[in-house]
């Protein structure tokens, strides 16, 4: 090893540890072909560069919605006295099961949550019966201590981890639960309402916008 390269050797090292070019006067000292290693940064467990492993595609259902499962029916008004007759129906509208496990259900004063693990196959639904007792099942919950839905009035909002707003519908009038947030996240339009249901009849999502036009009066079809 020659001298002056005996010089630069120590230099190049440094430079090589610390990830970056050689610069200043001791540079300006390198000519030939020396090519510094180059780094992305430190990677000190060899792990895989973010930037090039394939991320995997989030399991979308409806395509304005954020979440693969929303509130595809409401059955507030049926035939006779409401309470004890009322159910909500979750739809998984994406080809890949869903996990809602924590994931709860209210009005903003009851609630009814998903227990853990609990999953919605590809296509899927479940309904959550109001105010009724039973044995719950992976297509039919029971929420015993959620009173009954106003039928003049009222929000239905889905929090993810019982925290974050995926999916929301309202009817009646204003200052529901939930109606500002749903707005700021795009899952409603403040002031919007579906229209209230004819007695007898629910109101169904058919998944087209995150606004009432998306909503109408049919039969009710717990579970279909
Ligand atoms: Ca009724
Ligand atoms: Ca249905």
Redesign the pocket.
């Known amino acids: 090893m020659r001298f002056y390269q005996r010089l630069l050797m120590p230099g190049l090292m440094l430079a090589s540890v610390l990830g970056f070019s050689a610069c200043g006067d001791y540079a300006n000292s390198v000519e030939g072909d020396v090519t510094l290693p180059k780094s992305n940064g430190p990677n000190p467990q060899n792990l895989p560069n973010p930037n090039t492993v394939p991320k995997p595609t989030p399991p979308q259902g409806y395509p304005v919605s954020l979440s693969p499962v929303t509130i595809?029916?409401v059955f507030a008004d049926p035939v006779g006295v409401n309470a004890g007759s009322q159910y909500v129906?979750l739809?998984n509208a994406s080809a890949f099961e869903a996990d809602i496990g924590g994931w709860t259900l209210t009005d903003g004063t009851d609630s009814h949550t998903f227990g853990f693990g609990f999953k919605v196959p590809a296509g899927g639904?479940v309904?959550v019966f109001i105010g009724q007792s039973g044995v719950d099942t992976n297509t039919q919950q029971f929420a015993p201590s959620f009173r009954e839905l106003s039928t003049v009035q009222g929000s239905l909002v889905l929090l993810r981890a019982g925290v974050d707003l995926v999916d929301f519908v309202q009817w009646g009038s204003g200052n529901n639960a939930f109606e500002s947030t749903a707005d700021s996240v795009n899952e409603w339009v403040s002031g919007d309402f579906v229209v209230n249901p004819n007695e007898g009849t629910?109101v169904?999502y058919d998944g087209s916008a995150s606004n009432s036009t998306a909503w109408s009066n049919g039969n009710?079809?717990?579970?279909?």
Do not use: Y
């Open positions: 595809q029916e129906e739809f639904r309904v629910a169904h009710p079809t717990p579970g279909n």
